[in-house]
């Protein structure tokens, strides 16, 4: 009896080349907009030691308590059992986002005392073990930039504008808007937690109505609460305390800095008192970008300043800024919009398609045609040539369906006079030339590629 078949695991898809015309198309975008302001790429391992995630995201977020793909380090036959918070702490997690491997590679590679100004941008997976759904896998591809050592609200601006930017040259259009807000400094923060805490009391008296995760957050980090999706909790928390009531002046003046030089770009900038970053690192400045025409699904990205996390790992003090979008969210936004135009991939369309197809006419004739595909590849041209050892005419109507722009023949008479015949799709013509005289007719044709 048969086997069943092998599935992609939950949560994960195959990207197959005429899928990944898009996320070449998304890859590009990105490495673009963030060249063009002085990033520099970095990549950091898919994986890191747990104890990385628990410090930088904090032990109470949901990407912590729910979400890490962990696996144990290996351990020798007579090693001692560890108890489950040894276990964990000497475990390594696949990472569910980029920024405390940044964060960590930069204190690593003494970035905060040597050269503490840095622009860096990040692209590739990370992994979340959550529940999948539209818009949310298992593993998905994410870009990302991240600029240390200024505390300037100029740099937060700059930030924002890449990101804006990136949407924009997707295609979005006008209606692309940044919402900000501020989660002050850690003075304002307590003050901001005290007050929410007198606030919330109440709701958690009795029987609460909060969900179970509100009721554990209650306790351990009360800025959770502001996080929760569920509707009854989102109606809980109206009227709450906000954080611009006890925020200091310096909190004010970076924040009003910023939105100025946000106007000063062009941007569509929003008050909105609503977001609050889930995770621990983030300091003043937080902000979405969105697009209202896309109603419930409009937030497109978001990141915010860190100005605690590069200590947290271990460096100097070290003020940053950055930002995450998500390619699957983005994908689905430009399905909805009917992006990206057809013009916009012709190039990546073309640079895939084949230039040339070597025909074998006979048997004898399919290892000098596999031969000189071969010669001409090494020239830099993409060429095809038969391995299902099919007719001439059959070889000859491949090369007509994938709309190749020259046919190389090469039959008994032509391996006998060391000739080629070309046939040029386009024009329907054919000429015999001598193989010596090859490479320059192609380099002719193809405009010196």
Not at 83 to 105: I, K, M, V
Not at 417 to 444: C, I, N, P, S, W
Request: net charge negative; aromatic share 8%; with cysteine.
């Amino acid at each position: 009896m048969a086997s069943a078949p092998f599935q992609n695991p939950r949560g994960t898809r195959d990207q197959l080349p005429e899928d990944l015309l898009l996320i070449h198309h998304l890859e590009r975008v990105a490495h673009e907009v963030a060249s063009a302001a002085g990033y520099e790429e970095v990549r950091t391992p898919f994986f890191e030691e747990t104890r990385l995630f628990m410090r930088s995201l904090g032990d109470t977020s949901d990407v912590v308590e729910k979400e890490m793909f962990t696996v144990p380090r290996r351990q020798a036959d007579d090693a001692p059992e560890l108890s489950a918070a040894e276990a964990l702490a000497n475990s390594y997690t696949f990472r569910p986002e980029g920024t405390a491997s940044c964060a960590r590679a930069y204190v690593q590679a003494g970035c905060a005392a040597n050269a503490p100004a840095q622009k860096w941008y990040y692209l590739g997976p990370m992994f979340r073990y959550e529940r999948p759904q539209k818009g949310r896998e298992r593993q998905f591809t994410q870009f990302g930039i991240e600029a240390f050592g200024s505390q300037s609200p100029l740099v937060d601006a700059e930030v924002i504008a890449v990101a804006l930017r990136f949407f924009q040259r997707l295609g979005f259009g006008p209606e692309l808007e940044v919402r900000v807000n501020s989660m002050g400094d850690p003075a304002d923060r307590a003050a901001w937690s005290s007050a929410l805490r007198e606030f919330f009391a109440p709701q958690f008296e009795g029987v609460s109505e909060r969900c179970a995760d509100c009721q554990a957050r209650f306790e351990r980090n009360i800025f959770r609460l502001l996080d929760c999706k569920v509707p009854r909790c989102v109606e809980l928390n109206q009227g709450a305390p906000d954080l611009f009531a006890v925020m200091g002046e310096e909190g004010r003046e970076h924040h009003q800095r910023m939105c100025e030089a946000l106007q000063q770009l062009q941007a569509t900038v929003t008050e909105d008192r609503s977001i609050v970053r889930g995770l621990d690192y983030y300091s003043r400045t937080v902000f979405e970008i969105h697009y209202p025409p896309l109603g419930a699904r409009s937030a497109l990205c978001g990141g915010g300043r860190y100005d605690g996390l590069v200590e947290e790992m271990g460096g100097r003090h070290t003020p940053a800024m950055g930002f995450s979008i998500g390619f699957t969210p983005t994908e689905l936004a430009l399905a909805e919009l009917q992006l990206p135009v057809a013009e916009d991939l012709e190039d990546l369309r073309q640079a895939r398609k084949a230039q040339i197809y070597v025909v074998a006419m006979t048997a004898e004739d399919r290892l000098p045609a596999m031969s000189l595909a071969a010669q001409l590849r090494e020239q830099g041209w993409r060429v095809l040539s038969d391995l299902r050892e099919r007719s001439g005419k059959a070889q000859l109507k491949e090369a007509a369906k994938l709309d190749v722009p020259i046919t190389l023949i090469l039959g008994p008479d032509e391996r006998e006079k060391d000739h080629v015949k070309l046939r040029d799709m386009g024009a329907k013509e054919e000429q015999d030339l001598a193989q010596e005289k090859l490479v320059e007719h192609l380099r002719a044709f193809f405009g010196g590629a």
